[in-house]
């Protein structure tokens, strides 16, 4: 884990956001963080697209979790 350094702005931006939609800060950074990268790898997909490829790496993760388990 890291420091960043980001405009005050920016910060104050993420706080409001992070607000609203029920996130800590780090947790909206982070969001706001995977979707920028994913859309620069993908600018023809739209935004429901990029949220789409978000949960389904969610759900991969999930479920190679509770495989790992299930096997031990």
Do not use: C
């Not at 993908?42 to 389904?56: D, E, F, I, W």
Request: hydrophobic share 45%; aromatic share 6%; no cysteine.
């Amino acid at each position: 884990m890291g420091i960043v350094k980001i405009a005050d702005e920016l910060h104050e931006e993420i706080r409001k956001a992070s607000g609203a939609m029920s996130r800590s800060i780090n947790a909206q950074a982070e969001f706001w963080l995977k979707m920028g990268m994913l859309a620069e790898l993908y600018p023809t997909h739209t935004y429901q697209q990029l949220v789409q490829m978000l949960l389904q790496q969610a759900e991969f993760k999930l479920a190679g979790g509770s495989d790992e388990r299930r096997s031990a």
